[in-house]
């Protein structure tokens, strides 16, 4: 526990002073102060740090004051001195804006981000390095040109071969060959793969030299190659069928709807009791990006929402309403009461119920992102599926397969509004989302459903034993 202070007498009546200003009333009383201070709560001293900000600011301004006139009036303190100031706001008035305000005109003092040295390529080489009849594939493969087998990869997959590419040729330089798709390089690069001292899953090794086939396929490559590497991908599409998939691992690991949406409130009251700003905002990110993505299991793209854009309010609550970047289709869905409760978290920031109204109008009228850091600033493209990573040790895209398995107890109807929900119109693209526990559940619902056309004097004479 921390150790009490006793405060002087001269002490004692300065803080009455600071407390008697205009700017305090209704916000807390000497006595409350005093007992933080004597309690060990927070240092007179950062106290006397919160005046000192309060008194730079123009007249009836106050607490009320915004994150540009604290960076404008203190510009001359030291950031300790609002970072302390900030501490005793959050200690003394939780759900006051004014916190928020100082953190944010914190964040404007920070230092030009430090540029990192490039990490070494262990695995591959850089993209320029590929050979320039290579290039030329690629750059043809992303103009949609069909390739010498008459096919052109899907964009998705142009990214990736390019990878692997890259891969081949480190492999190649490795083994001191000619920097040529040649049986001898593929045998090259399948060796390096086998050779990782992090092992590579089996449905990893069938996709890679899957790649290197389709790209030998595209641009024409010598008969044996083709089919040195059409022997290879059958063999670890075999292995790879005979193994239970690290994503469908994942997913049979994830928790039930239930237990994520108890973690994600969980979530909410550790920000609340947390000081540090990033760490609170983390988790409230994390508690939204945990519930709002298990009835709506949007790509990873698609997940970095702004108010007024993709998410509208009306009378009856919030609605997403977004274009999806892989089909260009409109999905549009209203946000159970349930959901928005979280989003109004965001909205918050640890601001009090009250405040709602408020912040929510700006957050329209900014057209605010729907996950934002401590700062305000938006964070990576991807955050949405780090957070996930972070809390259930798989990305956000696994959300879409654990909806397809859920479903399966529906029966077709199931099966139907999994597949609307994840925007997915080919039944053979919905497969590729489903694990054995879609067929588990599959087969027992077809079970229940038979059982239950079969009269009772039926059962009785021919199944029960």
């Known amino acids: 526990m921390p150790a009490k202070t006793s405060l002087s007498k001269p002490q004692l009546a300065r803080l009455g002073d600071i407390v008697a200003e205009p700017c305090w009333h209704g916000m807390a009383s000497i006595d409350q102060v005093k007992d933080a201070i004597s309690d060990g709560v927070f240092r007179l001293y950062d106290f006397y740090q919160l005046d000192r900000i309060l008194k730079r600011m123009p007249r009836d301004v106050g607490f009320s004051a915004n994150a540009a006139d604290i960076a404008e009036y203190c510009t001359d303190l030291p950031t300790y001195y609002l970072r302390n100031a900030r501490r005793v706001v959050w200690l003394l008035m939780p759900e006051l804006p004014f916190e928020r305000e100082i953190c944010k005109a914190i964040a404007t003092r920070k ?11 262990i695995f591959s080489v850089a993209p320029d390095a590929l050979p320039q ?27 990736s071969t390019r990878i692997k590419l890259t891969e081949l040729v480190k492999a190649t330089l490795d083994a001191k060959l000619e920097e040529k798709l040649t049986v001898e390089a593929t045998i090259a690069y399948e060796k390096s793969l086998l050779n990782r001292k992090r092992k590579l899953s089996k449905v990893t090794l069938h996709s890679s030299i899957r790649q290197v086939r389709d790209f030998a396929r595209y641009i024409g490559a010598d008969r044996d190659v083709i089919e040195h590497l059409e022997s290879r991908t059958r063999l670890h599409e075999n292995r790879a069928a005979q193994s239970l998939p690290q994503k469908v691992a994942k997913v049979l690991a994830l928790p039930s709807y239930e237990e994520i949406f108890g973690r994600a409130f969980d979530l909410l009251g550790e920000a609340a009791q947390t000081c540090n700003p990033r760490d609170a905002q983390s988790r409230r990110n994390m508690a939204v ?8 299991p949007l790509r990873v793209a698609d997940t970095m929402m702004r108010f007024g854009e993709e998410i509208l309010l009306n009378e009856h609550g919030y609605q997403l309403n977004l274009v999806i970047s892989k089909s260009g289709r409109r999905f549009r869905a209203p946000v159970l009461e349930e959901f928005a409760y979280f989003i109004d978290q965001l909205i ?17 009228a900014e057209k605010r992102l729907l996950f934002v850091k401590h700062d305000g600033t938006a964070p990576d493209p991807r955050y949405v599926s780090a957070l996930w990573h972070e809390a259930l040790g798989t990305g956000c895209h696994a959300a879409r397969t654990k909806l397809h398995d859920e479903f399966a107890s529906l029966g077709a109807r199931g099966v139907e509004l999994a597949m609307r929900a994840c925007d997915h119109r080919s039944e053979r693209t919905a497969e590729f989302y489903r694990t054995q526990a879609f067929q588990k559940l599959s087969i027992e619902r077809i079970h229940a459903d038979t059982r239950s056309r079969i009269f009772d004097a039926e059962w009785k004479e021919y199944f029960e034993v």
């Open 111 to 121: 230092p030009p981000a430090k540029k990192y040295k490039p990490r070494d390529r």
């Open 133 to 159: 009849d290579w290039h030329r594939a690629l750059a043809d493969m992303d103009a949609g040109k069909l390739g010498v087998n008459g096919r052109v990869p899907a964009p998705s997959l142009i990214t």
């Open 289 to 296: 990006a945990l519930t709002l993505f298990c009835p709506f």
């Open 348 to 364: 918050l920031q640890g601001l009090g119920d009250e405040y709602l109204a408020d912040k929510r109008e700006e957050c329209f």
